[in-house]
Structure formats: structure tokens, C-alpha cells
């Protein structure tokens, strides 16, 4: 099989990076800003090690910015590229309203490349009149307008990635819901309907990790039945998300400080993930914080 090359291009600011590091994640080969003299040499070199050359895919990432960057020359280079190495070559071309580039500019303070000592609307302008050449060459082109960096990250993933799809990365988090809900969390399951081993002074310094709050926030009377359905609607969802091709899943489990009940339960999902074939990352975002009673709230009373 040939080898496959992806040309990354676009405009500063539509994403580049973003698409350049997915593909990097996929297994792909990438390569940034190479000056176009070298691109001969690139090729020409050994493959990576562990490579065996039967679907090594390389994606070149070029812009304004790129040592002797000429939009004739590289569609030139393209069709000799296919020709002296029998490369299948693909051009992806990152758009973005003008708009929307300035306001990213505006909020990360940074200057546009080509418009160092002007106003960014300036620069978008004729990089966007130099680029003219290769966004009419491209094969491939994402707007980026609407699309922050993690879904334009998942678009790449079902553009890009095997034709086998994958497993979604799976993350199960703990998290308190007094320390603001994780912003990646895809489902969301509050745990403060059981009890609450922060009222219990023995209990209060350990975290959910520990046997005996376990054993505690497990003898909640609500507790095995609830957290078995939360399972497994999960054993459920999880493998439609991967036919549907989303690339990253997470499952966010709550209480209040994210130190007791959120911490146990999310272990044991965890290990129940697994135990169904999937590879879950366990993380605990609040872990470590101080228990403090004026995030858990009043203290109520509870029939165990």
C-alpha cells in the first residue's frame, strides 16, 4: 500500500494545531512548518521505527508561516510528489469566518501573523487573498467557525481515523458539585442522595478510597440498587457511542465535596467498565481538597 500524506492548511487561527495533534493521536506522522525544500528528503527517509510501511500516514502541516511558503508551488509540488513517489496526497483546508478569527485573537491577546503591527482584520484579509490558491485545490475543508477545538478534535477522528473505527476513550471523574460541574462530562450522576460520611467525625478525614467510608456510603439502603441501574444504562450507552463514533466519552460521577461518595462509586464503575472489556480512566478532580462543612452544606437527617 502507498503511502498516505495529508497537507494541513489554512487560516492562522482556524485550527491547525488542533487537527495536527488528533492526527498525532491516530497514529499519524506529523510533521510542522517543514520548509518546502526539505519535503524531498523527508520522504525519502526511513520510516519510523516500528513502522512496517503498509499504512504509514503522514500529514504535513504548512502555512504563511512556512520557510519559502508558495501556494503555485506547493500544488505543483503535489502533483510531483504523486508522480516521483507514488504518494496518495490530500490537501485539508482549515476556513473560519473572518469574525470569528478576530474574536479568537481578541480573547488570547495574540498577534496575527501577518498583521504584526495592524489590526488583526488586516491580516485575515490577505491571508486569506494568499491562501486563495490552495482553498481551491483542496480535496478536504472543515469550517471551523462553530466548532471549538474539541469537536472540531472529533470531526477529525471520524474523518481521519481507522475505517475500524475504535474504542472512545472512556473516563469515569469524581468531582463536587460545590467545586462547579467537569466541562467535558458527557453524562452527569449525582451521588448526594446518599449519605453523607463527611457528618461522621471518624469518617470526615478519610475519602472514598478508604474501606471504611466505602462500607459506610455503600450500606446506604439506595445505594446498590441505584448505582446497579446507573451501570448499567452504561453498559448500554457506551457501546452506541462507539458505533456513532465519539471519540472520547465521559462519565462524570458528583456529590457534594467529591471526596466521599462520588470517589467510592466512581471506583466501582470503574471496575464494573472493565469487567465489561472497556479501559476506563479513573480520575478524582476534588480528591485532594479540604473537607470544609460550609460547601457540604446542612447537615440532615438520614435513616440508614
Known amino acids: 500500500m502507498s503511502q498516505e500524506v495529508l497537507l494541513v492548511t489554512g487560516l492562522s487561527g482556524a485550527g491547525k494545531s488542533t ?14 512548518n517543514l520548509p ?25 502541516g504548512i502555512g504563511a508561516r512556512t520557510r ?14 504523486r508522480e516521483d513517489h ?38 485575515i484579509a490577505y491571508e ?16 471551523t467557525t462553530s466548532l471549538n477545538a474539541h469537536a472540531l478534535g472529533l470531526q477529525v477522528r471520524r474523518s481521519f481515523g481507522d475505517e475500524q473505527g475504535g474504542e472512545p476513550v472512556l473516563s469515569v471523574v469524581s468531582f463536587g458539585f460545590s467545586r462547579g460541574l467537569p466541562r467535558d462530562a458527557d453524562l452527569v450522576f449525582d451521588m448526594r442522595f446518599l449519605r453523607n460520611p ?13 474501606a471504611a467510608v466505602a462500607d459506610y456510603v455503600a450500606a446506604d439502603r439506595a ?19 462507539r458505533a456513532e463514533g465519539k471519540a472520547y466519552v465521559t462519565v462524570a460521577i458528583g456529590c457534594t465535596g467529591g471526596r466521599h461518595r462520588s470517589v467510592h462509586v ?5 471496575g464494573f467498565l472493565r469487567g465489561r472489556g472497556f479501559s476506563p480512566t479513573v480520575r478524582h478532580r476534588d480528591l485532594e481538597a479540604a473537607p470544609q462543612d460550609s460547601l457540604e452544606g446542612p447537615r440532615l437527617r438520614r435513616q440508614g
Open 198 to 210: 463527611h457528618w461522621v467525625p471518624d469518617l470526615r478525614p478519610g475519602t472514598g478510597l478508604d
Open 128 to 143: 486569506r487573498e494568499l491562501l486563495a490558491p490552495l482553498r481551491d485545490f483542496a480535496n478536504r475543508l472543515i469550517d
Open 68 to 81: 519559502d511558503f508558495d501556494p503555485a508551488r506547493i500544488v505543483d509540488r503535489i502533483g510531483r510528489m
Open 223 to 241: 445505594y446498590e440498587e441505584a448505582v446497579s441501574r446507573i451501570e448499567g444504562l452504561l453498559a448500554l450507552l457506551i457501546p452506541r457511542y
Open 19 to 32: 487537527v495536527l495533534k488528533t492526527l498525532e493521536d491516530l497514529g499519524w506522522e506529523v510533521v510542522d
Open 266 to 270: 466512581a471506583e466501582r464503575i470503574g
Open 36 to 60: 518546502l525544500v526539505l519535503l524531498d528528503r523527508l520522504l525519502d527517509a526511513p520510516l519510523p521505527a516500528g513502522v512496517d510501511g503498509r499504512r504509514q500516514r503522514l500529514a504535513l
Open 86 to 123: 507514488g504518494l496518495e496526497v490530500g490537501m485539508l483546508f482549515l476556513d473560519c469566518a473572518g469574525a470569528e478569527l478576530e474574536r479568537r485573537y481578541s480573547e488570547t491577546r495574540r498577534r496575527h501573523p501577518l498583521a504584526l503591527d495592524r489590526p488583526a482584520a488586516d491580516g
